[in-house]
């Protein structure tokens, strides 16, 4: 079996594991395809069918709440995110909240706390620092 490194455009459709660099990420990459997204400089890789983000880029947002985010118990990002279970919350003057119990994500670039553990901590005023990528 011949291994090959592959270098190909957006526009080509080449079916083959490799190196790719491309401008958005493959519809359906292939096991074991590794690539370059030049759009959000990402490098990803599929294994064991799901695509996994190989450089962890962290954003951090320091966000001021406002009476309509606690009315509707979330905030927007200003990037989406690409790892949700890795995104982090800090309240301001508290403890690193967990996901999946005080928050979760909305994608593409919502965090939403309804029915979570912040939900009645929270209010209008407060500053959340949340760190993602």
Avoid: C
């Avoid at 490194?5 to 490799?18: K, L």
């Avoid at 403890?95 to 553990?117: L, R, T």
């Amino acid at each position: 079996m011949i291994k090959r490194t592959h270098i190909a455009r957006q526009e080509e459709q080449v079916q083959e594991n490799g190196l790719q660099i491309r401008d958005i990420d493959p519809n359906a990459p292939f096991e074991n395809q590794l690539w370059l997204n030049l759009a959000n400089n990402s490098i990803n890789l599929a294994r064991s069918g799901t695509v996994i983000k190989l450089n962890d880029t962290a954003f951090v947002e320091s966000i001021t709440l406002t009476a309509d985010n606690i009315a509707n118990r979330s905030v927007n990002l200003s990037r989406p995110l690409q790892n949700p279970s890795k995104t982090k919350i800090f309240p301001e003057g508290g403890p690193a909240q967990i996901y999946g119990v005080d928050f979760v994500v909305v994608f593409p670039n919502k965090i939403s706390w309804e029915n979570k553990g912040l939900e009645p901590l929270l209010e209008a005023g407060d500053v959340l620092v949340i760190e993602y990528s």
